[in-house]
Structures are given as structure tokens and as C-alpha cells.
């Protein structure tokens, strides 16, 4: 795991979008894509760049279960908003958090398994969550339905009008599915990540109660992180 420490926020998404822009020149094809405020500023840089990104695929992590891909809290609504209107892809893909839970997961696996992620962007979870694989989740798992922890629906509810808005459940990608992306860049920002920071980096080995360091076990993971979420190091 190579760690990236940046002075700030701005400069470690300077160096997220190069990182993409490097692999999207060295042939990748299929970018795992994430939500949050976290990847808003890369995905800005991308939207601002000329990156052409009509040739290939995006895969999601995650989506609240119950909200419509029309719902201004959805993580489709959101991608559509930051990156893939202004910079669509051939082809988009996130969880559709109304279908069905057997049949969405059978449906997102199916599309992980034709499109094998090349690059995977991840956030972190202020308890070291990645994508809503929240603390205890198998470290096999593949994508499945989440209940989300009250941390989490802490840290998103300032995304909603009010903390009974926030959806329970969420569908996401599990840790193995995730784990096998040939590539993952991680990003941590704010001095609210310095936790999950210091649990993910000094991590000797995998561990479910933080779900993060499921990443100490693939061969090629870039940590990116600014100096208030390295405050802890
Ligand atoms: C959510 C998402 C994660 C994201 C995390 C951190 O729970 N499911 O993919 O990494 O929040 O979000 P933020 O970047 O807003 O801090």
C-alpha cells in the first residue's frame, strides 16, 4: 500500500484525477466509481478536463435502498450531477436501489463480472467503512444488502432534511468484489477521517471490525490522504 500524504484537499484530488487521467491513457477500461463529498473535487477536475471517457464503463459501489435513481439524494442523481451529464461514459452502472434485493444483487454481480473493474476510487467511512461495507462485514462478501450503522447515518444525514430521511439500508458492493479491481486509489480528507486513517495505514492485516483494511491484502492500492486526515500518523 503506498501512502500519498498531500498538504491538502486540493492537492491530493489533483492527484487522484492524474492518477485517472494515467490510467485511462494506459488502457484502462472499466473505473469503479464512489460518492461522497470526498471525489467531488476529482470528478470536477474531470468534468473541466477533456478526458473522453465515451469509450469506457462505470461501476458504482453503492446506492440507498428506497430512493429512485431520480431522488436528489440517490447516488445515481449524484453521479449524474457531478460527472457522467457532462462526461458521460459509454456505459454507467450504480445499484438500483428500488429493485428487488435477490434480483439487484444478481443483477450487479453479473455486471462486475463482464466489466472487471480496471480502477476503483474509494472513500472512507469515518469508522472505516468502504463503500457501506460498515464494521463486521465478511471480508468475502460480494455485493449485498447493508444496514447501515447509526455512525453512518450520523456522518449522511447533513445530506438530508432531517436524520429520519436518511435510508436504513443500502445496496453496495461487497470487500471481495471490490478487492478485485487491479487497481484502487483511496482518498481520506478532514481531520473526521484521522481515525480511519491512522486504523487503515498501520493495519498489519485484514481485519472485519474495519472493514478498510480488507486492502492490505491487494497488490496495488494508493492511499491518498491531506494533513488534517494524517493527524493521527
Ligand atoms: C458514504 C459512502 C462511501 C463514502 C463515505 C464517506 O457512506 N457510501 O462510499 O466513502 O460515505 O463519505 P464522504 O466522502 O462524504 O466523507
Same mark, same amino acid.
Not at 14 to 29: S, T
Not at 59 to 76: A, K, M, P, R
Not at 115 to 121: A, F, G, K
Given at each position: 500500500?503506498?501512502? %500519498?500524504?498531500?498538504?491538502?484537499?486540493?492537492?491530493?484530488?489533483?492527484?487522484?484525477?492524474?492518477?485517472?487521467?494515467?490510467?485511462?491513457?494506459?488502457?484502462?477500461?472499466?473505473?469503479?466509481?464512489?460518492?461522497?463529498?470526498?471525489?467531488?473535487?476529482?470528478?470536477?477536475? %474531470?468534468?473541466?478536463? @477533456?478526458?473522453?471517457?465515451?469509450?469506457?464503463?462505470?461501476?458504482?459501489?453503492?446506492?440507498?435502498?428506497? %430512493?429512485?435513481?431520480?431522488?436528489?439524494?440517490?447516488?445515481?442523481?449524484?453521479?449524474?450531477?457531478?460527472?457522467?451529464?457532462?462526461?458521460?461514459?459509454?456505459?454507467?452502472?450504480?445499484?438500483?436501489?428500488?429493485?428487488?434485493?435477490?434480483?439487484?444483487?444478481?443483477?450487479?454481480?453479473?455486471?462486475?463480472?463482464?466489466?472487471?473493474?480496471?480502477?476503483?476510487? &474509494?472513500?472512507?467511512?469515518?469508522?472505516?467503512?468502504?463503500?457501506?461495507?460498515?464494521?463486521?462485514?465478511?471480508?468475502?462478501?460480494?455485493?449485498?444488502?447493508?444496514?447501515?450503522?447509526?455512525?453512518?447515518?450520523?456522518?449522511?444525514?447533513?445530506?438530508?432534511?432531517?436524520?429520519?430521511?436518511?435510508?436504513?439500508?443500502?445496496?453496495?458492493?461487497?470487500?471481495?468484489?471490490?478487492?478485485?479491481?487491479?487497481?484502487?486509489? &483511496?482518498?481520506?480528507?478532514?481531520?473526521?477521517?484521522?481515525?480511519?486513517?491512522?486504523? %487503515? $495505514?498501520?493495519?498489519?492485516?485484514? @481485519?472485519?471490525?474495519?472493514?478498510?483494511?480488507? &486492502? $492490505?491484502?491487494?497488490? @496495488?492500492?494508493?492511499?491518498?490522504?491531506?494533513?488534517?486526515?494524517?493527524?493521527?500518523?
Amino acid at each position: 500500500m503506498e501512502v %500519498l500524504y498531500t498538504k491538502t484537499a486540493e492537492e491530493g484530488s489533483e492527484k487522484a484525477y492524474q492518477l485517472i487521467r494515467e490510467a485511462l491513457d494506459n488502457g484502462a477500461k472499466v473505473f469503479g466509481l464512489a460518492t461522497g463529498s470526498t471525489p467531488e473535487r476529482v470528478y470536477e477536475k %474531470l468534468v473541466e478536463s @477533456d478526458v473522453d471517457f465515451s469509450e469506457a464503463i462505470s461501476v458504482n459501489l453503492d446506492e440507498y435502498v428506497g %430512493l429512485e435513481g431520480t431522488h436528489e439524494q440517490s447516488y445515481q442523481y449524484f453521479m449524474e450531477q457531478k460527472l457522467f451529464n457532462h462526461k458521460p461514459f459509454k456505459e454507467s452502472f450504480v445499484p438500483n436501489g428500488v429493485n428487488e434485493e435477490q434480483a439487484e444483487i444478481e443483477r450487479y454481480e453479473a455486471i462486475l463480472a463482464k466489466y472487471p473493474i480496471d480502477l476503483q476510487i &474509494l472513500g472512507i467511512g469515518e469508522n472505516g467503512h468502504i463503500a457501506f461495507n460498515e464494521p463486521g462485514t465478511a471480508l468475502d462478501s460480494v455485493t449485498h444488502k447493508v444496514e447501515l450503522t447509526q455512525s453512518t447515518i450520523n456522518a449522511n444525514k447533513r445530506n438530508f432534511e432531517k436524520e429520519e430521511d436518511v435510508p436504513r439500508y443500502a445496496y453496495s458492493m461487497g470487500l471481495a468484489s471490490i478487492m478485485k479491481a487491479k487497481k484502487i486509489i &483511496l482518498m481520506a480528507f478532514g481531520e473526521n477521517k484521522a481515525q480511519a486513517v491512522k486504523d %487503515l $495505514v498501520t493495519a498489519t492485516k485484514a @481485519d472485519p471490525a474495519i472493514p478498510s483494511t480488507v &486492502l $492490505v491484502n491487494h497488490p @496495488d492500492v494508493t492511499v491518498i490522504v491531506d494533513k488534517a486526515a494524517a493527524t493521527l500518523i
